[in-house]
């Protein structure tokens, strides 16, 4: 059995870090707002969000664009101001889905990962860790 080419193994990395990056997003976002009792799906998103951000970072930079050699600090620097922007959109997002329009928070984090995801995709191999 061949390995698949690199065009065809990257994306799925990518789906695979992402996957493992929600699922430690929405843990701790289910932490805040059940078992700690935050009384706003925002504030506990952008709370979780930094977990999941950091996640995602680590798998990112050594596992999906592991061929990139770029210093570190530096795709550190725009990954963080990458993923700020999109934390901040989950967070406005789940504050306008939860917290003034009243749906539930599970739909609403949904949406903003399918938003994120497309965003960190085209951010992240073309902005964060070109080659």
């Known amino acids: 059995m061949r390995p698949l080419p690199e065009r065809a193994a990257q994306p799925?990395?990518?789906i695979v870090n992402g996957?493992?990056?929600?699922?430690?997003h929405y843990a701790v976002l289910h932490v805040c707002?059940?078992?700690v009792g935050l009384p706003s799906a925002g504030v506990s998103n952008l709370i979780a969000a930094c977990f999941g951000?950091?996640?995602?970072f680590l798998g990112n930079r050594w596992y999906v664009f592991a061929a990139t050699r770029e210093p570190v600090w530096r795709q550190f620097a725009?990954?963080?101001l990458l993923y700020a922007g999109l934390?901040?959109?989950q967070g406005g997002l789940l504050a306008l889905w939860t917290d003034?329009?009243?749906l539930d928070y599970r739909a609403g984090f949904l949406l903003g990962i399918g938003l994120q995801v497309l965003g960190s995709w085209y951010g992240g191999r073309h902005w964060?860790?070109?080659r």
């Open 12 to 14: 799925l990395r990518f």
């Open 19 to 24: 996957l493992a990056a929600t699922v430690v």
């Open 87 to 89: 934390a901040l959109m």
């Open 78 to 80: 725009r990954f963080s």
């Open 128 to 130: 964060v860790f070109r």
């Open 33 to 35: 707002i059940e078992d």
């Open 53 to 56: 951000i950091s996640a995602s």
């Open 100 to 102: 003034f329009a009243g």
